[in-house]
């Protein structure tokens, strides 16, 4: 189970703000939404919580509760820019540059596999899970990464991000690239994923009507600041972002 606590979180890029929370818990357990315009900060976001941008000031704290006492990380509070131990319970998926692009599918989800300590059927029991993702055309092509259709890079990336079974998964832009089909699979399968093991799943989408389909509740962004957030338990939900977004 994992909490997230931020603080007072700021990053500039030269005079512009690109986020600024001045305080926001994300509690275990719940699929948040995250929403915005281009340049609302998503990104930015997410690549402060994952420690590949330092944040200008600020905190944000991880708090790990488990249910074997044998975990290196179990039941502490986890700093990102000061330990390594949130990458033992966090998966996550931003764009292709995530991706080993010279490895085949198989190589690069064993090599996760590996880094995590994971047996080898444990990570085919992950494989066979988003096998109906994957519709035949990711396992067994006997090609590259690199080689592959911008939508199914999209498929190997995600899939990549739940091999480990974190309970923490950061999803930035999940269904761009994927036909409709592969969209709605994609929701039935984080759902699923959610049901069976209560992780805490952040995504941000541009498509409005899939983030508010599957999430528990929504944060809206807008100049790297979170305006709104909503509890996704009745339709004014919908009426209330479908009138943030209205031209």
């Given at each position: 189970?994992?909490?997230?606590?931020?603080?007072?979180?700021?990053?500039?890029?030269?005079?512009?703000?690109?986020?600024?929370?001045?305080?926001?818990?994300?509690?275990?357990?719940?699929?948040?939404?995250?929403?915005?315009?281009?340049?609302?900060?998503?990104?930015?976001?997410?690549?402060?919580?994952?420690d590949?941008?330092?944040?200008?000031?600020?905190?944000?704290?991880?708090?790990?509760?488990?249910?074997?006492?044998?975990?290196?990380?179990?039941?502490?509070?986890?700093?990102?820019?000061?330990?390594?131990?949130?990458?033992?319970?966090?998966?996550?998926y931003i764009d292709d540059g995530f991706l080993i692009d010279f490895l085949t599918p198989e190589e690069y989800f064993a090599f996760i596999a590996t880094i995590n300590g994971m047996k080898k059927e444990s990570k085919d029991n992950v494989l066979a899970f988003f096998q109906p993702l994957m519709n035949g055309e990711i396992l067994g092509q006997g090609k590259y990464i690199r080689n592959f259709s911008a939508g199914n890079k999209q498929k190997i990336g995600i899939i990549s991000?739940?091999?480990?079974?974190?309970?923490?998964?950061?999803?930035?832009?999940?269904?761009?690239?994927?036909?409709?089909?592969?969209?709605?699979?994609?929701?039935?399968?984080?759902?699923?994923?959610h049901d069976a093991t209560?992780?805490?799943?952040?995504?941000?989408?541009h498509n409005l009507q899939h983030t508010i389909d599957i999430s528990m509740r929504i944060a809206l962004m807008e100049d790297g600041a979170i305006i709104k957030d909503l509890n996704n338990d009745n339709e004014t939900v919908t009426q209330e972002l479908q009138s943030y977004f209205e031209v």
């Open positions: 189970m994992v909490d997230i606590h931020i603080k007072q979180l700021l990053k500039k890029f030269g005079d512009k703000t690109a986020v600024f929370i001045p305080e926001y818990h994300i509690r275990q357990g719940e699929i948040l939404g995250l929403v915005g315009n281009n340049g609302a900060g998503k990104t930015t976001f997410f690549r402060l919580l994952l590949l941008i330092k944040a200008d000031d600020g905190l944000i704290e991880m708090e790990y509760s488990c249910k074997n006492d044998e975990e290196k990380c179990c039941n502490k509070r986890i700093v990102p820019s000061q330990s390594e131990d949130w990458k033992l319970f966090t998966g996550a991000a739940f091999i480990h079974q974190p309970q923490l998964v950061i999803l930035d832009e999940p269904f761009n690239f994927l036909d409709p089909k592969s969209q709605n699979m994609l929701k039935k399968l984080i759902t699923e994923y209560k992780a805490t799943i952040i995504i941000s989408s």
